[in-house]
């Protein structure tokens, strides 16, 4: 069975606080993941939260990678959700857990987009001329 996408829910945890609370590295790592896995990076928005904590998202143009941080707690809670087969969503996990120095990271991974009855591989986008409205 085909899916649309991969979505891995990224736990880090035990990671360097210090790393967690750098709005500049949080981004560069998260950009740098997605260019890692070969996305292709549409937009990037980053916040940063008093006292600390920073939430963001790098847009991909096969969807999205998103953060968000807790540097209290030597946490980060990372989704990456890609479409297609050229993204490899690993890369970048792998990647991030190395930049935010997790000792115990777990990533869970969920095939997103299983349409049914398709049973071949299904394209992520879809030309005008061939959309058509499914009721």
């Known amino acids: 069975m085909y899916?649309?996408?991969?979505?891995?829910?990224?736990e880090l945890k035990d990671c360097n606080p210090d790393?967690?609370?750098?709005?500049?590295?949080?981004?560069?790592?998260?950009?740098?993941?997605?260019?890692?896995?070969?996305?292709?990076?549409v937009d990037v928005s980053f916040h940063e939260f008093n006292p600390f904590g920073i939430s963001g998202v790098v847009v991909i143009a096969e969807s999205h990678l998103s953060i968000h941080t807790w540097?209290?707690?030597a946490y980060a809670a990372v989704d990456?959700?890609?479409?297609?087969d050229i993204i490899k969503p690993e890369i970048a996990a792998q990647y991030l857990i190395e930049k935010f120095e997790s000792k115990n990271p777990s990533v869970f991974e969920m095939?997103?987009?299983?349409?049914?009855?398709f049973n071949e591989?299904?394209?992520?986008?879809?030309?005008?001329?061939?959309?058509?409205?499914?009721s």
């Open 111 to 117: 095939k997103r987009g299983i349409l049914s009855p």
């Open 19 to 41: 790393v967690l609370k750098d709005l500049n590295r949080v981004k560069d790592s998260l950009v740098n993941a997605a260019k890692q896995a070969k996305a292709t990076i």
């Open 3 to 10: 899916a649309l996408g991969t979505h891995l829910l990224v």
């Open 71 to 73: 540097p209290e707690y």
């Open 80 to 84: 990456i959700f890609t479409c297609g």
């Open 121 to 134: 591989r299904l394209p992520h986008k879809v030309c005008d001329a061939e959309f058509q409205m499914v």
